[in-house]
């Protein structure tokens, strides 16, 4: 079975840092292509960042600066490491893995961001 697991996500003051993993089982992760989703409370949920197979990255310009994913293939893993954060980031984060026409999201890890 396809699994999406996040983890990391808990309170910070802002200006603090963070770093999810999302683990992955079930695909040929090496192929994925990944990305990292957020949902604020009453909004729609937004693209953070992406990270297709060959390790191009690319950004929300609202994290661009503050925020890298990147990707450990032999890990199965994704990760988002999130610095200077601001009360703006608080949402749920989602990882996201889409390959052809497969597209797998996991259950979401709650980070808020506030004083």
């Known amino acids: 079975q396809v699994q999406l697991v996040e983890s990391g996500g808990g309170s910070v003051q802002p200006g603090g840092s963070l770093r999810l993993s999302c683990a992955a089982s079930?695909?040929?992760?090496?192929?994925?292509?990944m990305a990292w989703y957020r949902q604020a409370p009453g909004k729609q949920r937004e693209l953070v960042a992406t990270?297709?197979?060959?390790?191009?990255?690319k950004y929300d310009d609202s994290v661009k600066g503050r925020f890298t994913i990147s990707r450990d293939n032999a890990k199965n893993t994704v990760y988002l490491q999130m610095n200077g954060l601001k009360p703006e980031d608080t949402a749920v984060y989602y990882c996201?893995?889409?390959?052809?026409?497969?597209?797998?999201w996991g259950q979401g890890t709650q980070v808020t961001v506030s004083s």
């Open positions: 079930g695909i040929l992760f090496s192929i994925y292509h």
């Open positions: 990270i297709p197979s060959d390790g191009t990255t």
């Open positions: 996201n893995a889409v390959f052809g026409g497969e597209n797998r």
